[in-house]
């Protein structure tokens, strides 16, 4: 019973560098969300994508970020020319067609910008 | 949008004792109300939820209450345990795809 899996679970980053996380959500669930964290904050809704779609990425900054899901594989956040402001925890939720608002949480990426 | 207000932001209780965390929430058309508890260095994990559907819920030793009318709802935690502590997070969702969250609130339960 494999919940939703993110990897890599830490990622170290040069300023100007790119990152790449990734979320393969539960067995069934066609609905991923991405979220970011920042340090003693809450979760902060940056988009929501179906299969080979991007339902709304109103959360998302419109430069640097891009978000996919593909048909085949896991969903992907890429974090292009990454900036100190830009280490937080990062983590993707999934969940069901039939019950779309009971999300449920991978473990996260810990993205650190040096 | 909706927005979600969270409070307290930080609260320590002695074992034993409860614990209320209350949210406030402003779009009337939310009307589901999920809470998840976050350990340091994990993942949010669902630990109740209540539709608008009802008034109150409970699990055990938690439960949550919703007021539709005054749009705030609230999680009680009742003989609290040291494992109890951890941050707490509301949300609100109006049933589409895009859960609000509150800020969180830091439980500290004290031996």
């Known amino acids: 019973n494999a919940g939703v899996m993110q990897n890599p679970r830490h990622l170290v980053r040069r300023r100007g560098q790119e990152a790449r996380l990734r979320c393969s959500p539960m067995?069934?669930?066609?609905?991923v969300y991405w979220y970011r964290q920042l340090p003693e904050e809450g979760l902060k809704f940056m988009v929501y994508?179906?299969?080979?779609?991007?339902?709304?990425e109103s959360g998302m900054p419109k430069e640097r970020f891009s978000a996919e899901f593909p048909k085949e594989g896991p969903s992907i956040l890429r974090i292009q020319q990454v900036v100190r402001g830009d280490s937080a925890a990062y983590f993707c939720?999934?969940?069901?067609?039939?019950?779309?608002?009971?999300?449920?949480f991978g473990p996260g990426t810990r993205l650190t910008v040096l | 949008g909706e927005n979600v207000e969270q409070h307290p932001s930080t609260l320590s209780v002695q074992e034993g004792d409860s614990a209320v965390i209350k949210c406030t929430y402003s779009?009337?058309?939310?009307?589901?109300f999920p809470w998840y508890k976050q350990e340091l260095g994990k993942r949010p994990q669902l630990i109740i939820d209540?539709?608008?559907?009802?008034g109150e819920k409970k699990d055990q030793r938690i439960a949550v209450t919703l007021n539709k009318t005054a749009k705030h709802f609230s999680l009680h935690i009742t003989e609290t345990q040291p494992e109890d502590s951890a941050v707490y997070f509301c949300?609100?969702?109006?049933?589409?795809?895009?859960?609000?969250f509150g800020a969180g609130t830091r439980l500290f339960v004290k031996a």
């Open positions: 949300a609100a969702n109006t049933g589409g795809f895009k859960t609000i």
């Open positions: 067995k069934g669930h066609s609905h």
């Open positions: 779009d009337s058309a939310s009307n589901y």
């Open positions: 939720a999934s969940s069901n067609r039939q019950s779309y608002n009971e999300q449920f």
């Open positions: 994508l179906q299969k080979e779609n991007i339902i709304d």
């Open positions: 209540i539709r608008s559907n009802v």
